[in-house]
């Protein structure tokens, strides 16, 4: 069980790190003429917690060895990141519902 828990631990860790990694780079780096400071901010602040969690489930799983904590701090990381990044959707001043 613990070798599965290692697994899945390493692959969401990767995948989240790496998925976070890139909305950070585009945040950070992106010029093109649309896209409003708003969004940035929003997006920066969304990878930014997300890294945050990410760095602390390593902590947990790795160096601990708490790789179910690690994992239930993966899944915490990614509802962050959804949400904070809902959070800043919604703040839009154009929100067309239809």
Request: glycine share 10%; proline share 1%.
């Amino acid at each position: 069980m613990a070798f599965l828990l290692k697994i899945a631990f390493y692959a969401l860790l990767c995948i989240c790190s790496l998925i976070s990694l890139f909305f950070l780079t585009v945040a950070l780096f992106d010029t093109k003429p649309g896209s409003t400071l708003r969004e940035k901010v929003s997006l920066t602040l969304a990878a930014v917690s997300a890294l945050g969690l990410l760095y602390w489930a390593f902590r947990l799983g790795h160096q601990q060895g708490q790789w179910g904590y690690g994992l239930g701090v993966i899944v915490l990381a990614a509802l962050a990141f959804g949400l904070i990044m809902l959070i800043g959707l919604l703040t839009a001043k154009n929100i067309h519902w239809q």
